[in-house]
């Protein structure tokens, strides 16, 4: 099973309690057909870019999950009927990218160790370095 990242954006003019019962209800949907929700973000209410469906406003839903490409697909289709949302997207995930994307940065075992870079040498005005001295005996033997 693959970690799938589904961020929606329901109507602003829903409850919390409307929201709570939706979210519920999707995830009932996702338990019955094997799908197991991994965390779950709320966003909040926030302003749109442009107007959907006469709404300035929606209410931001980050959902992870680990499903399979049938699950998705089925899921598109239901959220495609459901008046409540806006819009939504969902995309695959990597393994272990969960933190990462939540934090802004890349996975941990991704990032490079700081004691692993050398440092770099001073060059001294009027000394030359080992590649400038190379290139001057190349120059030299032509």
């Known amino acids: 099973m693959r970690i799938y990242e589904t961020m929606l954006v329901l109507d602003p003019e829903m409850s919390k309690e409307q929201i709570d019962g939706f979210l519920e209800k999707l995830k009932q949907f996702l338990g019955d057909r094997g799908a197991k929700v991994l965390k779950v973000e709320e966003w909040g209410l926030n302003t749109l870019a442009y107007e959907i469906k006469k709404k300035k406003k929606g209410y931001y839903l980050l959902l992870y999950l680990n499903g399979d490409a049938a699950l998705v697909a089925e899921m598109e289709r239901n959220l495609r009927l459901m008046e409540e949302v806006l819009r939504y997207l969902i995309v695959k995930r990597e393994e272990g990218d969960i933190e990462a994307s939540r934090q802004g940065g890349e996975p941990e075992q991704a990032k490079e ?8 040498q001073e060059e001294k005005p009027g000394e030359e370095t080992t590649e400038d001295q190379e290139s001057a005996v190349a120059e030299e033997g032509t």
């Open 113 to 120: 160790p700081e004691q692993a870079k050398e440092p770099e």
